[in-house]
């Protein structure tokens, strides 16, 4: 069961490069990780998801190390619209994966 | 359109009670899950329902109970209610490693 830790909470600026990283130590073989951001009253919305080395999409970047122990989920040029709660996710793909791990989430404020 | 709706948003209910929450997906994907995120925010894989089968998360009480009609719905019961399980509950259609979520039902027992 591999269990996730994120910092508590981040603050940053807008217009600045955000990175937020998230510990999983007891990763699996067959775990991916995927980073979900979540508006309040909201559910999670997927943002990006990575196994190895660097994934990149058109709102993020996903770095992880050779080791997988970690992962940090890249935001460049953050703007007020994306203060949320970011959770770190691992697990593998496959139905009946009761034992998904959300992480304790970060919030990131972004100030004007 | 919404990809998975729920409802209701909101749910007050006195403890004891029975009560069902309605979860619809139009994605056409066969797994569903749902979580329940406490006042900590911390999310919680509660079942796994693919084409009528059904995983528990054995932490889950008895109480909750999934139901599906059909492939597009996947309803939540439960029983005699208590106050702990006062909660955001999360019901997400699964595309492969993607989850797409609901907006979310906040229940409140009293």
């Known amino acids: 069961l591999a269990k996730t830790t994120q910092p508590i909470s981040m603050d940053s600026y807008e217009g600045q490069e955000v990175n937020i990283t998230c510990s999983h130590n007891?990763?699996?073989?067959?775990?991916?990780i995927t980073w979900y951001q979540q508006f309040p009253s909201q559910g999670p919305r997927f943002i990006i998801q990575g196994y190895k080395t660097k994934v990149t999409n058109e709102v993020a970047s996903l770095f992880i190390p050779a080791d997988r122990k970690s992962s940090t989920l890249s935001l460049p040029r953050v703007s007020l619209s994306d203060t949320a709660v970011y959770y770190c996710?691992?697990?593998?793909?496959?139905?009946?994966?009761?034992?998904?791990?959300f992480g304790t989430g970060t919030r990131l404020t972004i100030i004007p | 359109d919404t990809a998975v709706s729920q409802t209701p948003k909101y749910l007050v209910t006195q403890m004891g009670n029975d009560k069902s929450i309605k979860c619809e997906q139009n994605?056409?994907?066969?797994?569903m899950y749902w979580y329940k995120q406490d006042s900590k925010k911390f999310l919680k894989i509660m079942f796994s329902?693919?084409?009528?089968?059904?995983?528990i998360n054995e932490t889950v009480p008895n109480r909750f109970s999934p139901k599906s009609p059909d492939k597009a719905h996947l309803n939540l019961h439960i029983n005699s209610l208590e106050l702990g399980d006062s909660a955001v509950y999360f019901c997400?259609?699964?595309?492969?490693?993607?989850?797409?979520f609901g907006p979310g039902t906040r229940l409140t027992v009293t």
């Open positions: 007891n990763i699996a073989t067959n775990d991916y």
């Open positions: 996710l691992v697990g593998d793909r496959g139905f009946g994966n009761e034992k998904l791990t």
């Open positions: 329902y693919n084409n009528k089968e059904l995983i």
């Open positions: 997400a259609a699964v595309s492969g490693r993607e989850q797409y």
């Open positions: 994605l056409g994907h066969d797994t």
